[in-house]
Protein backbone atom coordinates (compact mmCIF):
# COMPACT_ATOMS: atom_id res chain seq x y z
CA UNK A 1 0.00 0.00 0.00
CA UNK A 2 1.34 3.35 -0.82
CA UNK A 3 0.91 6.05 1.44
CA UNK A 4 1.73 9.98 0.34
CA UNK A 5 2.19 12.19 3.13
CA UNK A 6 2.10 16.28 2.36
CA UNK A 7 3.72 18.76 4.74
CA UNK A 8 4.92 22.46 4.50
CA UNK A 9 1.35 24.29 4.42
CA UNK A 10 0.66 27.29 6.42
CA UNK A 11 -0.64 30.93 6.33
CA UNK A 12 1.76 33.21 3.92
CA UNK A 13 1.57 37.16 2.77
CA UNK A 14 0.92 37.68 -0.85
CA UNK A 15 4.26 37.79 -2.36
CA UNK A 16 5.79 35.14 0.12
CA UNK A 17 6.66 31.54 -0.60
CA UNK A 18 6.43 28.18 0.61
CA UNK A 19 7.82 24.85 0.29
CA UNK A 20 5.63 21.63 0.35
CA UNK A 21 7.06 18.33 0.88
CA UNK A 22 5.20 15.03 0.37
CA UNK A 23 6.96 11.52 1.41
CA UNK A 24 5.80 8.60 0.31
CA UNK A 25 6.24 5.25 1.11
CA UNK A 26 7.41 2.00 -0.68
CA UNK A 27 10.76 1.11 -2.12
CA UNK A 28 9.57 1.96 -5.75
CA UNK A 29 9.03 5.69 -5.91
CA UNK A 30 11.62 6.56 -8.30
CA UNK A 31 9.72 4.53 -10.94
CA UNK A 32 6.94 6.88 -11.07
CA UNK A 33 5.76 10.53 -11.97
CA UNK A 34 4.17 12.32 -9.50
CA UNK A 35 1.59 15.45 -9.39
CA UNK A 36 0.75 18.30 -6.99
CA UNK A 37 -2.63 19.27 -7.65
CA UNK A 38 -4.30 21.81 -5.54
CA UNK A 39 -8.77 22.48 -4.73
CA UNK A 40 -9.97 26.16 -3.52
CA UNK A 41 -12.80 25.96 -1.77
CA UNK A 42 -16.37 25.92 -3.91
CA UNK A 43 -13.65 24.84 -7.13
CA UNK A 44 -12.90 21.85 -8.63
CA UNK A 45 -9.08 19.93 -8.22
CA UNK A 46 -6.27 21.42 -10.88
CA UNK A 47 -3.50 20.52 -11.74
CA UNK A 48 -0.59 22.31 -10.73
CA UNK A 49 2.40 20.91 -11.42
CA UNK A 50 3.85 17.11 -12.55
CA UNK A 51 7.02 15.12 -12.50
CA UNK A 52 8.20 11.86 -14.64
CA UNK A 53 10.89 9.59 -12.58
CA UNK A 54 13.65 10.92 -12.80
CA UNK A 55 13.24 14.50 -12.37
CA UNK A 56 14.39 15.50 -15.92
CA UNK A 57 10.58 16.40 -17.32
CA UNK A 58 8.11 18.98 -15.71
CA UNK A 59 4.95 20.20 -16.62
CA UNK A 60 3.38 23.28 -15.09
CA UNK A 61 0.05 25.07 -15.47
CA UNK A 62 -0.11 27.83 -17.06
CA UNK A 63 -1.61 29.85 -13.51
CA UNK A 64 2.03 28.33 -11.80
CA UNK A 65 4.50 28.97 -14.59
CA UNK A 66 7.69 30.82 -13.85
CA UNK A 67 6.91 30.84 -9.65
CA UNK A 68 6.69 27.08 -8.80
CA UNK A 69 9.10 24.32 -8.88
CA UNK A 70 8.37 20.92 -8.41
CA UNK A 71 11.48 18.92 -7.69
CA UNK A 72 12.02 15.24 -6.47
CA UNK A 73 14.74 13.53 -4.48
CA UNK A 74 13.95 9.69 -4.65
CA UNK A 75 16.86 8.84 -2.27
CA UNK A 76 14.23 10.19 0.31
CA UNK A 77 11.54 9.48 -1.58
CA UNK A 78 10.37 12.83 -1.35
CA UNK A 79 8.70 15.13 -4.30
CA UNK A 80 8.82 19.09 -3.45
CA UNK A 81 6.79 21.90 -4.25
CA UNK A 82 8.63 25.28 -4.25
CA UNK A 83 6.15 28.14 -4.87
CA UNK A 84 6.90 31.47 -4.71
CA UNK A 85 5.62 34.55 -5.39
CA UNK A 86 2.75 33.66 -3.71
CA UNK A 87 -0.67 35.23 -4.76
CA UNK A 88 -4.12 35.43 -2.69
CA UNK A 89 -5.54 32.96 -5.56
CA UNK A 90 -3.33 30.43 -4.90
CA UNK A 91 -5.21 29.74 -1.72
CA UNK A 92 -6.34 25.91 -1.59
CA UNK A 93 -5.82 22.48 -0.17
CA UNK A 94 -2.74 20.83 -1.98
CA UNK A 95 -2.60 17.74 -2.65
CA UNK A 96 0.46 15.26 -4.38
CA UNK A 97 -0.48 12.20 -5.85
CA UNK A 98 1.44 9.29 -8.01
CA UNK A 99 0.89 8.45 -11.32
CA UNK A 100 0.21 5.16 -12.71
CA UNK A 101 2.61 3.32 -14.88
CA UNK A 102 0.24 1.68 -17.22
CA UNK A 103 -2.67 3.52 -18.85
CA UNK A 104 -4.33 5.46 -18.85
CA UNK A 105 -1.75 6.80 -16.66
CA UNK A 106 -3.74 8.49 -13.82
CA UNK A 107 -3.00 9.47 -10.80
CA UNK A 108 -3.62 6.36 -8.42
CA UNK A 109 -2.88 7.82 -5.17
CA UNK A 110 -3.26 10.51 -3.01
CA UNK A 111 -2.16 12.33 -0.09
CA UNK A 112 -4.31 14.03 2.96
CA UNK A 113 -3.85 17.20 1.64
CA UNK A 114 -2.05 20.52 3.07
CA UNK A 115 -3.36 23.95 3.27
CA UNK A 116 -1.89 26.49 1.85
CA UNK A 117 -3.48 30.05 2.67
CA UNK A 118 -2.17 33.17 1.31
CA UNK A 119 -3.35 36.63 2.93
CA UNK A 120 -3.50 39.77 0.63
Known amino acids: QVQLVESGGGLVQAGGSLRLSCAAS????????MGWFRQAPGKEREFVAG????????TYADSVKGRFTISRDNAKNTVYLQMNSLKPEDTAVYYC?????????????WGQGTQVTVSS
Open 97 to 109: ARKSVVPPYKYDY
Open 26 to 33: GRTFSSYG
Open 51 to 58: INWSGADT
